[in-house]
């Protein structure tokens, strides 16, 4: 079956400092690949998404490249912020897993705090 | 901006109630779905559907129940409230695999 594995926090940074969520999957077909944020109290946001290999995908500075040589999708940004400080959920989507239903696998989540 | 709407945002409820959890949402999505997250942060699929009168359980058993009645409306209801059932609960829609979900901002669910 589908399965993410992310690392596990919680991981702590200064402001400024550089950031990496390593992120792997295993899936049955050639999945889309997502990153979520949670923000405190809310609901999951997408952050940046790649359906096909090489693609990358980018938003707010944040930047994950679809590897399928090596099953990753690791979310890297370069200088973080207070404001980044939340929950960060990797996930896929499999057309050939389940049929139509979309349903996507979730990693368990890594806890982000940045310190002033 | 938001297009799929839960409430309400945070309900406190004594044992034995009964209570239903809505969610709407505005963009006619055949998908949607009902996560309960623990504190631990891990999110559990507990019911989705792939339309109008179209409801299957999720991974996680749950003592919950939900209806598709119309596109736009997934409402998720317990019957009897119990102090295992605080968590958070998130709803989320869906047209096509390579878009992902969209999230509501969820329901915080106490039970004392």
């Known amino acids: 079956g589908n399965s993410v594995t992310q690392m596990e926090g919680p991981v702590t940074l200064s402001e400024e400092a550089f950031l990496t969520i390593n992120c792997t999957y295993t899936?049955?077909?050639?999945?889309?690949l997502f990153w979520y944020v949670q923000y405190p109290g809310e609901g999951l946001q997408l952050l940046l998404k790649?359906?096909?290999?090489?693609d990358k995908g980018s938003n707010k500075g944040f930047e994950a490249t679809y590897r399928k040589e090596t099953t990753s999708f690791h979310l890297e940004k370069g200088s973080v912020q207070v404001s980044d400080s939340a929950v960060y959920f990797c996930?896929?989507?499999?057309?050939?897993?389940?049929?139509?239903?979309?349903?996507?696998?979730f990693g368990k989540g890594t806890l982000l705090t940045v310190n002033p | 901006e938001a297009d799929i709407y839960q409430t309400p945002r945070y309900l406190v409820i004594g044992t034995g109630k009964k209570i239903t959890l809505e969610c709407s949402q505005t963009?006619?999505?055949?998908?949607m779905y009902w996560y309960q997250q623990d504190p631990g942060m891990e999110l559990h699929l507990i019911h989705y559907?792939?339309?109008?009168?179209?409801?299957e359980k999720g991974d996680l058993s749950s003592e919950s129940t939900v209806s598709r009645i119309r596109t736009e409306h997934f409402p998720l209801t317990l019957e009897s409230a119990r102090p295992s059932h605080t968590s958070q609960y998130l709803c989320?829609?869906?047209?096509?695999?390579?878009?992902?979900?969209?999230f509501g901002s969820g329901t915080r669910l106490t039970v004392v």
């Open positions: 989320a829609s869906s047209e096509r695999p390579g878009d992902g979900y969209t």
């Open positions: 899936a049955t077909g050639y999945p889309s």
């Open positions: 790649a359906t096909k290999a090489d």
């Open positions: 996930a896929l989507s499999d057309p050939m897993s389940g049929g139509s239903n979309y349903k996507l696998t």
């Open positions: 963009m006619g999505h055949d998908k």
């Open positions: 559907s792939y339309g109008v009168n179209s409801t």
